[in-house]
């Protein structure tokens, strides 16, 4: 199930490229690496519930809060909150 998730996140990715803009490609590859990392680290743990997946992904993002300017934060988060919601 958490395989099936992060391949979904990923493919919702990869399809905004064509029509991104340079700040959502960005946001697009930073967040590929916490969402994959993230299904890693449940898989490992056998978590299987999208909701603790959700958590995992948003506790990677919050712990690497330091890597980003503030207003790249906003577009990851955003990019994030869109991804969810799809």
């Known amino acids: 199930m958490i395989q099936q998730y992060e391949e979904q996140l990923?493919?919702?990715i990869?399809?905004?490229?064509?029509?991104a803009s340079d700040d959502e490609l960005f946001a697009g590859g930073y967040l590929r690496g916490h969402i994959s990392l993230s299904a890693a680290s449940c898989?490992?743990?056998?978590?299987?519930?999208?909701?603790?997946?959700?958590?995992?992904?948003?506790?990677?993002?919050?712990?690497?809060?330091?890597?980003?300017?503030p207003a790249d934060q906003l577009i990851v988060k955003d990019m994030w909150?869109?991804?969810k919601q799809a």
Do not use: H, P, R
């Open 43 to 69: 898989e490992l743990a056998g978590k299987a519930d999208i909701n603790m997946m959700n958590e995992a992904v948003d506790s990677s993002l919050s712990a690497a809060q330091s890597e980003l300017t």
């Open 81 to 83: 909150q869109q991804l």
């Open 10 to 12: 990923l493919t919702q």
């Open 14 to 19: 990869d399809q905004m490229v064509e029509t």
